[in-house]
């Protein structure tokens, strides 16, 4: 028996997955195979079905058709975790540990038996599963993960549900990387990660010989951890030119391959519909466009009464011929390439001023000077518990500081949390809008224009939408009043990839004051203007 098999490495194979929801196919039809050793990264637009597939992977939602094969040592963990309110931190620490646990001492069991009988069939078993987890070294490696990632300062008595979410996406993250399962699923692992954690993170991930299928918004993640790329919304000729999803090399080098498939869809649309256009016009073809166009001479009377019957069949092989090529055409034709969701509203209205002196939150934030100039763009960084969030509450007027003055000069603010709540998730997108921003300002910017969110989901209850869905609405209502100063919390935290890169555009042209925090390697790397690091309290 392998290697493989005894430690339970074995393929994901998902085939023929549909599902559907509100009568819309989120997927359909859709095949996968994930060979141990692969790091899948799962990409597209915000609603094509990354957490779908992660869910349906892991088991934890029914597809309307297709089967789904997996091995039984898989932890999945979503974009809001979903844990046992009731628990306590030490608890979801221990229950990772125990699988680990269990196998060190039943090897040691099975070593003991070995004296009195042949049980090296079942040793050998044991001790490959052991191996391939890492299991002697668990503990401490849980004491590294969980300092790295935040949480080993958390009282092991402390019930979950009193967490923060970022908390407990970071406690679910120790705790599946503790354990090294077969699969690891992962829908957008990089939120609320700062640099420590992340890199962590991706060393774990690469460490690991199982499969890992990770949906993620991140673009440095993607390039350093990826050895595939799996985009759900390639389009009709994906990214090979012949349908297929997949694709081999780096995401820096998968944006030049998306945007050649894309060009290669609208020419072949374009050379399609031509060739449609001229079969439809050869259809009509006639009698005189079959004779040259011109009627019989004196002298030709005879020959064209002679040869009017040969002519008549020819007419008619050539219409049935130019109507069976119609067919075919039509019938093989590729889609009209739907508009992509751009967006392309600007980000503020007028300009606003900022000026901190002496700022303190309790135990949140410690900030001697900040001044930020009309139109000036701010981005700012530090580790998780630095108190970036919390400066963009005080900022806001959210939170009241503790000592200090703050002083903002706009007359208007808007801001973008990490977590957006709305108070009637059952209330369609279009009318939590419209109530946010008022009749008026809906009238003269409507959702559609913004580009955010597709109109197919205008009519969506809120609570139905993806998280990233509800992160664009939240953008939408943000800028829509044109804010003089506009706050933004993680901006690139769980939306698609070409909205990620469609905002560091606009935050460039934005005529008003941003001031934006973020983890995100990618955007950092290309920051051009002031930046403020906050250390921890």
Do not use: C
């Amino acid at each position: 028996m392998s290697t493989a098999l005894l430690t339970g490495l074995r393929p994901v194979v998902a085939h023929g997955l549909v599902r559907t929801f509100a009568a819309r196919p989120v997927l359909d039809g859709l095949d996968l195979t994930v060979a141990p050793g692969t790091r899948l990264g799962l990409i597209g637009e915000n609603g094509t079905g990354k957490s779908t597939l992660l869910r349906l992977l892991a088991g934890v939602d029914v597809p309307d058709a297709g089967t789904v094969a997996v091995p039984a040592d898989l932890v999945y963990l979503p974009q809001e975790p979903e844990v046992d309110e009731g628990s306590t931190v030490g608890t979801m620490l221990d229950e990772a540990l125990r699988p680990l646990h269990d196998a060190v001492r039943a090897l040691e069991e099975l070593a003991e038996r070995m004296v009195r009988e042949d049980v090296s069939a079942e040793y050998d078993e044991v001790l490959a599963w052991a191996i391939a987890h890492d299991a002697w070294d668990a503990d401490r490696r849980a004491e590294v993960t969980a300092a790295v990632l935040g949480v080993a300062d958390l009282d092991r008595s402390r019930l979950v549900g009193t967490l923060s979410g970022g908390q407990r996406t970071r406690l679910a993250l120790a705790a599946a990387l503790v354990r090294r399962p077969a699969v690891l699923l992962l829908d957008e692992p990089t939120n609320h990660l700062d640099d420590e954690a992340l890199d962590l993170l991706e060393r774990s991930l690469v460490e690991l010989p199982g499969v890992v299928i990770a949906a993620s918004h991140d673009r440095t993640f993607l390039d350093r951890v990826a050895t595939e790329l799996y985009d759900l919304d390639a389009g009709v000729l994906g990214t090979d030119g012949r349908g297929g999803r997949r694709f081999g090399g780096s995401f820096t080098e998968y944006l030049a391959a998306q945007a050649d498939s894309r060009r290669r869809w609208e020419e072949t649309f374009v050379a399609q519909q031509e060739e449609i256009a001229a079969l439809r016009e050869r259809t009509h073809v006639d009698l005189r466009s079959v004779a040259a166009g011109r009627g019989p001479t004196d002298n030709d009377k005879f020959i064209t009464k002679f040869k009017g019957a040969g002519v008549e069949r020819a007419r008619a092989r050539r219409v049935h011929d130019a109507e069976r090529r119609l067919e075919v055409a039509e019938r093989e034709a590729l889609p009209k390439p739907p508009a992509p969701l751009r967006f392309a509203a600007p980000l503020t209205g007028g300009a606003a001023t900022v000026s901190v002196r002496d700022l303190r939150v309790a135990g949140r934030l410690s900030l001697d000077l900040l001044d930020v100039d009309p139109g000036e763009k701010l981005l700012v960084t530090g580790p998780n518990g630095s108190g970036k969030s919390t400066l963009l509450a005080v900022l806001a007027g959210q939170v009241l500081p503790d000592a200090g003055s703050v002083q903002v000069g706009a007359r208007r603010v808007a801001t973008v949390t990490q977590d957006p709540e709305f108070a009637r998730p059952d209330r369609p997108a279009r009318d939590v809008y419209a109530d946010a921003v008022g009749a008026a300002v809906a009238e003269a910017v409507p959702l559609r224009s913004l580009g955010l969110l597709h109109p197919r989901d205008h009519g969506t209850a809120v609570g139905a939408l993806s998280v990233g869905q509800r992160r664009r609405l939240s953008l939408a209502i943000a800028v829509a009043v044109g804010p003089d100063l506009l706050l933004l919390d993680e901006p690139t935290n769980h939306v698609s990839l070409r909205l990620a890169g469609e905002l560091e555009e606009a935050l460039g042209a934005a005529a008003g004051t941003v001031v934006v925090t973020s983890h995100d390697r990618w955007l950092r790397s290309r920051w051009e203007g002031p930046a403020l690091a906050l250390a921890a309290p």
